[in-house]
């Protein structure tokens, strides 16, 4: 029986159970090592991840196949020793395109990164998420190592400074999706002036309560990342209106805007969204159709606790873009702690209202 761990692999032992009773043409299946190539990966997609480092400890055989086929890795159910676990697979699994370390309690530390940038060089999407032993080490590491590196979660990581991430920036220019929630210390303005002017392809990034940022790093990221589709701003207690305004400017593909606590913004930030939906949605959004959402701008946003806003700014954006919706159960323009937003409705509750019959008195 396949161990992993110490325990016995019942998923793995099961699927060559069944393939002894198999009549394959041409092919005599004994024992593990007889599995050709090609139905090894076949089993392996159907099973865990626990069953897949079992397997690549079988024969040197399933080794080098796996080793070479293997793209997608998931450890975060590895609740011990996820730093050891990874310094012993990262020279195995050198073709890995996706590597998911999310940890429930700090695990990961700077030399088990550092294995990942010196074997996984077709690194393509990481989550370090949580890792709190991180230090700027890593990042240097991976700036070097995985420069094809598209989708990068560190959200949580407290330990990284603002020039580490800039310096990774300089090298993984092909950044589409980052998650910096958290990471109050790696956030500042010049953290996103560096993404502006390095990571131009940029469409979606979570800057949740780093709460450092202000107006200038805003609008350096809105000038830098034309093609941003979703922006997380919640807790961002420095930008005022100046931001939003830049970003209904230059960022006409946006769809999901988190405003939430940032209460310096006012009515001109929601009349500048809803005038870039009118003088947008002719062209941009026509030329790139896909869906019919993708005419209406805006699909989510989140605008609670911004206490200064009024209903008529509010419904200007929420008439702009139909697909905000406050109806109950599609609730995409959140206003929480909003009290004098509760007379701001969409369409559908307007179309709703006008399709109730009235009753003779």
């Known amino acids: 029986m396949v161990m992993v761990g110490g325990e016995p692999s019942m998923e793995l032992d099961q699927c060559f159970q069944m393939m002894m009773m198999m009549k394959m043409e041409g092919v005599s299946i004994k024992e593990w090592k007889d599995i050709p190539v090609e139905l090894l990966m076949r089993i392996l997609s159907l099973v865990d991840d626990r069953n897949v480092i079992a397997a690549s400890g079988v024969c040197s055989g399933w080794r080098d196949a796996i080793s070479l086929g293997l793209t997608r890795l998931r450890l975060s159910w590895c609740n011990n020793n996820m730093n050891n676990l990874v310094l ?138 034309p093609d941003l589709r979703t922006l997380d701003l919640c807790g961002c207690v420095l930008i005022t209106d100046e931001s939003v305004v830049a970003l209904a400017d230059w960022c006409v593909h946006l769809r999901s805007l988190g405003l939430y606590y940032c209460r310096n913004i006012t009515d001109r930030a929601m009349y500048s969204l809803a005038q870039s939906g009118v003088k947008n949605k002719p062209g941009q959004w026509k030329s790139a159709k896909k869906s019919k959402y993708d005419e209406e701008g805006l699909r989510s946003l989140n605008i609670s606790q911004c206490t200064a806003l009024t209903p008529s700014a509010v419904q200007a954006v929420c008439d702009t873009f139909p697909a905000l919706h406050t109806c109950s159960g599609r609730h995409s323009l959140v206003m929480s702690g909003c009290l004098n937003l509760t007379s701001v409705h969409c369409a559908c509750i307007l179309q709703a209202h006008r399709a109730v019959p009235h009753s003779a008195h």
């Open 88 to 225: 012993s697979l990262a020279p195995k699994f050198v073709k890995l395109q996706t590597l998911i370390l999310r940890q429930d309690k700090p695990q990961l530390e700077d030399n088990a990164v550092e294995a990942i940038a010196n074997h996984c060089h077709e690194l393509q999407e990481l989550d370090l998420s949580k890792s709190l032993k991180l230090t700027d080490r890593s990042l240097y590491a991976l700036a070097h190592g995985c420069p094809n590196l598209t989708k990068l979660n560190l959200s949580g990581c407290t330990s990284f400074s603002d020039k580490a991430i800039a310096y990774l920036t300089r090298f993984c220019r092909n950044l589409k999706v980052l998650n910096l929630c958290g990471c109050v210390n790696a956030v500042s303005d010049y953290t996103l002036e560096a993404i502006g002017n390095n990571c131009n392809q940029m469409q979606s990034l979570n800057l949740g309560w780093c709460e450092n940022i202000s107006d200038d790093g805003v609008m350096s990221l809105a000038y830098g990342c």
